[in-house]
């Protein structure tokens, strides 16, 4: 099974700052990687996949980067709806999806 | 718009099966492999297997002694069975749809709400 590790598990900003969240795999998933939101009590929702392409409706201050093993998602300037917990996951290895364990942004 | 919508009771025994049912509206069955993901409180997403509409499924080897699932296209639905349930199986349960069809490996673009199970007697 291949690990996401993310880091950090919680992320202090203020709104109008730029945030940068990591994600680590355990070995190569190329490209294939997503990035979702979840805010409280909700389902996630997709914001990025193939490791950069914003999902339909995503704004542009989401950007994610990275291939293999290390990938970043950056939130250019936070707005206040964007303060949520931010997942991971690999699509590429087999027999399993893996999700990594959350990033926490929250308000500084 | 495509819509799914999980269904199923909200408490469970131990040592029973939690057994759940994810409708799908505003799409046929019969183009993706659909996927069941569970977070327990408080902690990250765990993906549970997948089915696809001519029954082919593949489920996570850490559950896959416990787990059945079925598809009825008649219906448009598919159904998850979680056998032998402990306290470690409340969660929320989610039913999702990968980006594209026909692709077995792929990020989730469309989920249901969830439904909450508890396990407790």
């Known amino acids: 099974e291949i690990v996401m590790t993310q880091s950090p598990a919680t992320l202090s900003v203020s709104p109008g700052e730029r945030a940068t969240l990591s994600c680590r795999a355990s070995?190569?998933?190329?490209?294939?990687l997503a990035w979702y939101q979840q805010k409280p009590g909700q389902a996630p929702r997709l914001l990025i996949y193939?490791?950069?392409t914003r999902a339909t409706g995503i704004p542009a201050r989401f950007t994610g980067s990275g291939s293999g093993t290390e990938f970043t998602l950056t939130i250019s300037s936070l707005q206040s709806e964007d303060f949520a917990v931010y997942y991971c996951?690999?699509?590429?290895?087999?027999?399993?999806?893996?999700f990594g364990g959350g990033t926490k942004v929250e308000i500084k | 718009q495509v819509q799914l919508q999980e269904s199923g009771p909200g408490l469970v025994k131990p040592s029973e099966t939690l057994s759940l049912t994810c409708t799908v509206s505003?799409?046929?069955?019969?183009?993706?492999?659909w996927s069941w993901i569970r977070q327990p409180p408080g902690k990250g997403l765990e993906w549970i297997g997948y089915?696809?509409?001519?029954?082919?499924?593949n489920y996570n080897p850490s559950l896959k002694s416990r787990v059945t699932m079925s598809v009825d296209t008649s219906k448009n639905q598919f159904s998850l069975k979680l056998s032998s349930v402990t306290a470690a199986d409340t969660a929320v349960y989610y039913c999702?749809?990968?980006?594209?069809?026909?692709?077995?490996?792929?990020?989730?673009?469309?989920w249901g709400q969830g439904t909450i199970v508890t396990v407790s007697s």
């Open positions: 999702a749809r990968p980006r594209r069809d026909a692709f077995s490996r792929d990020a989730f673009d469309i």
């Open positions: 505003g799409d046929s069955i019969s183009r993706y492999y």
């Open positions: 089915i696809y509409y001519s029954g082919s499924t």
């Open positions: 070995q190569s998933v190329s490209s294939n």
């Open positions: 193939d490791a950069s």
């Open positions: 996951q690999q699509y590429n290895g087999w027999p399993t999806p893996t």
